[in-house]
């Protein structure tokens, strides 16, 4: 479940997600991270914690499981979609080009990071 945890946090279309399991509320927003409801309290923990937190507290983690699996497929179906229209309109051949230019971008920065942070040789002082 972590791994579903850390997807939604790293790469959610949403800012704000939500779920209810059992008798419990759970929500995650961007800007403030987890924060679950217990009765009548909310309590707030980072993605690390959340899911020892929810264990304690009695939530059902199996159901809890499948709703973030749930919720990880409607991302990935909603992306996909967004991609899918995005190429349709500016077209499958630009697409890859503009692709092929941002790899050889990113190729190009990690090689001048990489040749920054090598060690100087020693020169010999004058």
């Not at 949403?14 to 309290?41: A, F, M, Q, S, T």
């Amino acid at each position: 479940m972590n791994d579903l945890i850390n997807f939604l946090e790293q790469h959610s279309l949403d800012d704000k997600l939500y779920w209810r399991v059992g008798n419990h509320e759970i929500r995650w927003e961007r800007d403030k991270g987890w924060e679950w409801k217990h009765g009548p309290y909310w309590f707030y923990d980072s993605g690390k914690s959340i899911l020892s937190c929810l264990e304690i507290a009695g939530v059902d983690m199996v159901e809890f499981d499948t709703e973030l699996r749930g919720t990880v497929i409607y991302q990935i179906l909603y992306a996909e979609m967004i991609v899918d229209k995005g190429i349709s309109i500016i077209g499958r051949e630009t697409m890859n080009r503009a692709r092929f230019a941002q790899d050889a971008f990113a190729k190009q920065l990690i090689e001048a990071v990489n040749s920054a942070l090598r060690p100087n040789h020693l020169k010999p002082v004058p």
